[in-house]
């Protein structure tokens, strides 16, 4: 029989020493754990502060409902993305998006920008005005910004009317204050001949491929966290150590500290977000870029409702500022199974950092009640979740201080991946993509 060897363990059962420390046990650190056992690697720890794994991977499933957290569906054009969330799932629903925009008391079709015949004549007005101004003044230098460059694709009619008001509430950031590198993988920007088309109706643009997530899947069991269970089962018997919160990496002499002892590494993985990281290692010459790095609070709540009075959108923007939400989706739309016998609305508001939630359930209720959505008689149930950091804001020197950081916790040999370890707005195909290159960092020459 071949002997077991013995791992040194601390009173609180974490190991003394592991080959391979994975700092949070989100996607990205799960994927990189199963992509390093792929390898043959055996000695892997995963250290995650929560009580759980998952990160913003979380499923409700109390009282018979099946809510995810977070509203998450999967689209790629990642081959190899699309076939591991397939396989850790298991079967999968398959829809063509159906997406809205509220809209002055009604609702038009979503992209705003491709569907500008649906507003009313001086809305249109505004909008036509706007880009022929634009037009005239025929600016080609390089936007600096997100407001010059959605000014320049867009026009300040859509920007003022959509654009602008919608994005300010996402990222509680002005556009001026934001890159717009990001912006091709969430949209598709129509280009003269799609405006023209927006505006004028008739051979409507867009008509093909509209956005990155046009197509999209969703477990058939589970919600969300069926991916992470999928992955807990195909990391066994690794098993991510919970409750371990990382307080100090020592990259010096290879420790990391958390609140249940410490532990040595040969190599390390940091998923988590990229300032916390270069603090914990104490890189004081990152410390004035990562004091530029911004993110938001996501505070979304499940709705389990009896009825709810919305078109069939899957999901829905909410440009308008006096609405406390960005967000509208319609998750029975997506899991049929998520409230037996009625709807499931998640609704999502950005908060600013430092800002506060109080009241917001209270408030999001009575604007839902105030619009028609959902009726008070109607709600079974509220849950409330929150997450931070959840959108890494996209700063104007994102392109220099992200990189740096970067290479200076690599040169420490801490491999630092993933939404925000890298600060970049990953979807779960690109969390995917970035676990299985650090792990690549690792086992590849
Ligand atoms: C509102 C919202 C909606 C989204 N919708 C979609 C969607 O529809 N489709 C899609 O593809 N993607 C979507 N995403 C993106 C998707 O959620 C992410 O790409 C993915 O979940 C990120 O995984 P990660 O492991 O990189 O980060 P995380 O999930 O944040 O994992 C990091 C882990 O590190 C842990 N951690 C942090 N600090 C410490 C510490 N000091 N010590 C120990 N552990 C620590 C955290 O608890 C967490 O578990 C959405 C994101 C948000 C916020």
Redo the contacts with the bound molecule.
């Keep these: 029989m071949p002997m077991e060897k013995k791992v040194k363990k601390s009173l609180s059962g974490l190991p003394e020493r592991a080959e391979i420390v994975i ?9 990189a754990a199963r992509e390093l056992l792929l390898a043959g690697r055996r000695d892997i720890l995963l ?4 009580a759980g ?5 979380k499923t409700n499933r109390s009282a018979g409902v099946t809510i995810d957290e ?7 054009k990642d081959k190899r993305a699309s076939a591991i969330f397939r396989k850790m799932t298991g079967p999968v629903h398959s829809y063509r998006h159906r997406l809205g925009v509220m809209w002055k008391g009604g609702y038009v079709d979503f992209p705003f920008q491709d569907n500008i015949s649906q507003l009313g004549l001086e809305d249109r007005k505004v909008v036509l005005r706007s880009l022929l101004e634009r037009r005239l003044e025929e600016n080609s230098a390089r936007p600096g910004n997100l407001e010059e460059y959605s000014l320049r694709e867009l026009g300040g009619g859509i920007v003022d009317l959509f654009f602008r008001p919608y994005n300010e509430k996402l990222w509680r950031t002005p556009l001026s204050g934001m890159d717009y590198a990001w912006l091709s993988s969430k949209i598709r920007l129509p280009g003269a001949a799609g405006l023209a088309d927006s505006i004028l109706g008739g051979t409507r643009a867009g008509k093909e491929d509209v956005a990155p ?1 046009a197509e ?1 899947i969703y477990p058939r069991q589970g919600g969300i966290a069926s991916l992470v269970e999928g992955l807990l089962r195909a990391i066994r018997p690794v098993s991510p150590f919970c409750g ?4 100090k990496i020592d990259a010096g002499r290879k420790v990391v500290h ?1 609140g249940r002892g410490a532990v040595r590494y040969g190599r390390l993985i940091s ?3 990229l300032d ?1 990281a270069v603090r ?1 290692a104490g890189l004081k010459d990152c410390y004035k870029a990562v004091s530029r790095l911004r993110a938001t609070r ?1 505070v ?1 709540l499940q709705y389990a409702l009896s009825a709810v009075n919305l078109p069939p959108y899957h999901w829905i923007y909410v440009p308008d500022p006096a609405v406390p939400f960005y967000r509208l989706t319609r998750a029975d739309l997506i899991n049929p199974r998520a409230v037996p016998g009625g709807k499931a609305l998640l609704v ?1 508001c950005s908060i600013p950092e430092g800002g506060s939630a109080a009241g917001l359930e209270k408030r999001v209720t009575a604007s839902l009640a105030g619009l028609g959505i959902v009726k008070k008689k109607d709600i079974r149930k509220v849950w409330l979740s929150s ?1 931070y ?3 890494p804001v996209p700063h104007t020197r994102r392109s220099e201080d992200v990189p740096f950081c970067l290479r200076r916790l690599s040169a420490s040999g801490i491999i630092s ?5 890298e600060w970049s ?7 995917i993509e ?2 299985i290159s650090a792990a690549g960092k690792i086992t590849l020459p």
Aim: hydrophobic letters at 45%; one cysteine or more.
């Design positions: 700092l949070g046990a989100g996607l990205t650190g799960l994927i250290l995650e502060r929560e794994p998952g990160g913003l991977l977070l509203p998450h569906v999967f689209f790629t997530h999209f371990a919160e990382v307080l958390t998923t988590l977000p916390r914990l996501v979304c999502e997450h950091p959840a959108y991946a993933g939404r925000f370890g707005i990953y979807n779960m195909d690109h969390s970035a676990g």
